[in-house]
């Protein structure tokens, strides 16, 4: 039988593809299942997008490209980060892969070893520590618990940082809280930065244009460009054009970092979808009303949620500032017992209890590095989420 290296058997499926497949089984074998595992739109991809990979078939744009993608992708991406960060990157600068998990991946496989540190601030993306781990690094876990906004301090950062720390994994509007930085959050996170020279940071911006707020999101480059090059901004077109199935990411950051990944990329799979790089290229380049149209419904998803989560006791729910994921607290019903006599003990019994009570599809904090919370999507139709919060408040009033 098979035995798999230790670099994989030292990781975890990730939690929420295994969740959402979960919920996907149990909608087969014919239960009603309210699923708010969700992590990508649930809207369809712009129109004129899936035009540009139609005219790039026809014009045979179906070949290997270059290892750093299409000079096209590249002159979009450059672009759009002028435009939206205010930061001009080189042609050097820029690499990309399938998905923006690709460039995380590589970026890490290129740098770390020996145990190097990389600190991450809980909650997490559940994909972070996993990764870390796969390429012989320590993933060092900072708790920023609910009362600091779900959001790494100065002097959290600064207790973290040792000789061996590597990177600082930023990611802002989180998955799973939503939480963003503002302008004084950053610029005290970068004073600690310039303090300590050696720790590089993995910017993960991929919820940036899922946005809720009047002003615009900050990202710490755009804040601290002093930064600029000991920061990997990573951002991708999964969330904000609805096309993660066309797997295009992409990263911006120094030079040798970059030849560093794209060397990897080179002998790992030579380069992304032709034909999703020129949809992607297309997205990055066209204004897309689809952003302020889809995220607009998002919003309204989004206050909707808040409010009927917040009225059901032993639960109570921070609104997020962007992307689509609520994380709210479950401590008030920690200690509850179920109609069957079961005692909720923490906050994957609670997700337990969700599935197998009034058939919600959920996600323990736990798995995010921070309890007792639960992660739900909001991409999904007003439909499931009202039938959702009407099934979550009855499974809650059933607790004694
Ligand atoms: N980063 C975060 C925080 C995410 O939630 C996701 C997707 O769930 C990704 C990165 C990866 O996005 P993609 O690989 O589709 O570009």
């Not at 290129?110 to 993933?139: C, K, L, Q």
């Not at 007792?372 to 099934?391: G, H, L, Q, W």
Request: proline share 6%.
């Amino acid at each position: 039988t098979f035995v798999p290296a230790s670099r994989v058997s030292r990781i975890k499926v990730s939690p929420s593809t295994a969740a959402a497949a979960r919920a996907r089984e149990l909608k087969a074998a014919g239960r009603d299942i309210a699923d708010l595992t969700v992590g990508e739109p649930d809207f369809d991809t712009p129109e004129d997008v899936k035009a540009a990979a139609h005219a790039a078939i026809d014009r045979g744009e179906t070949k290997y490209t270059s290892v750093n993608g299409t000079p096209a992708l590249r002159k979009a991406i450059i672009g759009d980060f002028a435009k939206r960060v205010g930061i001009q990157y080189a042609d050097n600068e820029i690499c990309v892969g399938g998905g923006a998990k690709q460039i995380l991946f590589l970026a890490l496989m290129a740098s770390v070893e020996n145990g190097a540190e990389v600190i991450i601030p809980a909650p997490y993306w559940v994909s972070y520590p996993d990764m870390v781990i796969a390429n012989e690094g320590t993933p060092v876990i900072v708790a920023c618990p609910e009362e600091v906004g779900f959001k790494l301090t100065a002097e959290a950062l600064e207790r973290a940082i040792t000789p061996k720390t590597l990177w600082l994994i930023l990611n802002a509007p989180s998955n799973p809280t939503g939480a963003a930085y503002d302008e004084a959050e950053l610029k005290a996170i970068g004073k600690v930065l310039l303090r300590h020279p050696h720790v590089m940071v993995l910017s993960d911006d991929i919820y940036d244009q899922v946005w809720f707020r009047d002003e615009p999101m900050k990202t710490l480059v755009a804040v601290v460009p002093e930064l600029k090059d000991r920061v990997l901004l990573t951002n991708g077109v999964s969330k904000s054009y609805a096309m993660t199935g066309w797997r295009i990411g992409y990263g911006a950051g120094p030079g040798a970092l970059i030849a560093a990944i794209n060397k990897l990329q080179s002998q790992m799979s030579s380069c992304p979808s032709s034909v999703s790089q020129a949809a992607a290229a297309h997205a990055l380049a066209n204004d897309q009303k689809f952003v302020s149209e889809s995220v607009a419904v998002y919003k309204q998803r989004r206050d909707y949620t808040c409010a009927r989560l917040n009225a059901i006791p032993g639960l109570s729910c921070m609104v997020p500032d962007g992307a689509f994921y609520l994380y709210p607290s479950c401590a008030g019903v920690i200690g509850k017992k179920t109609p069957d006599g079961k005692i909720i003990e923490n906050d994957l019994d609670f997700v337990l209890y969700l599935l197998d009570g009034v058939g919600v599809a959920a996600l323990q904090g736990a798995a995010y590095g921070l309890s007792p919370y639960f992660r739900i999507s909001f991409a999904t139709s007003m439909k499931v989420i009202e039938d959702a919060c009407n099934r979550i408040e009855q499974a809650a009033a059933a607790l004694s």
